[in-house]
Structures are given as structure tokens and as C-alpha cells.
């Protein structure tokens, strides 16, 4: 796992959210992008700021263990 700043080519991610997220609030979500080898998750409250980064594999462990649907 790594934490990086949001520099690089992060900005031509696409990112989403949970279909479970509150629509009331939409800025209290964490948000997830898929990158070539790497998973990248955000605070959608500070889209400007760290990123969290961690393997595809460490993605699937850690959403099949909240209890969740893989994403893509």
C-alpha cells in the first residue's frame, strides 16, 4: 500500500463511487479509480488531495471483506 500525492497522470482517472452512497450527501463518499496495475481511493471531500494506492488484489481482499461486490 502506498499514499502518494494526487500528481502524476491521476488526473485522466475516472473515478466512482458506491451505488451504496449516500445521495443526500454526495460529497461524504470515498471514491475509487482503476489504474493500470493499481487501485487509487480518494476522499471525495479533498479530490485535490493524497490518494491511498494498493494492488488490484489488495482491493478484492479488503471490498470482499467489508462485505461488498468486487469492482471491475
Same mark, same amino acid.
Given at each position: ?11 485522466? =482517472?475516472?473515478? #466512482?463511487?458506491? %451505488?451504496? %452512497? ?15 496495475? /493499481? ?11 493524497? =490518494? =491511498? *494506492?494498493?494492488?488490484? /488484489? /489488495?482491493? %478484492?481482499? #479488503?471490498? *470482499?471483506? /467489508?462485505?461488498? @461486490?468486487? @469492482?471491475?
Amino acid at each position: 500500500m502506498n499514499r502518494k500525492g494526487s500528481g502524476g497522470n491521476d488526473t485522466d =482517472l475516472i473515478w #466512482f463511487r458506491s %451505488s451504496y %452512497s449516500d445521495s443526500s450527501n454526495p460529497n461524504d463518499c470515498v471514491e475509487v479509480a482503476l489504474a493500470p496495475g /493499481a487501485v487509487r481511493v480518494r476522499d471525495s471531500k479533498a479530490p485535490d488531495g493524497p =490518494l =491511498l *494506492t494498493v494492488t488490484p /488484489a /489488495a482491493w %478484492s481482499r #479488503f471490498v *470482499t471483506g /467489508a462485505g461488498g @461486490a468486487v @469492482a471491475p
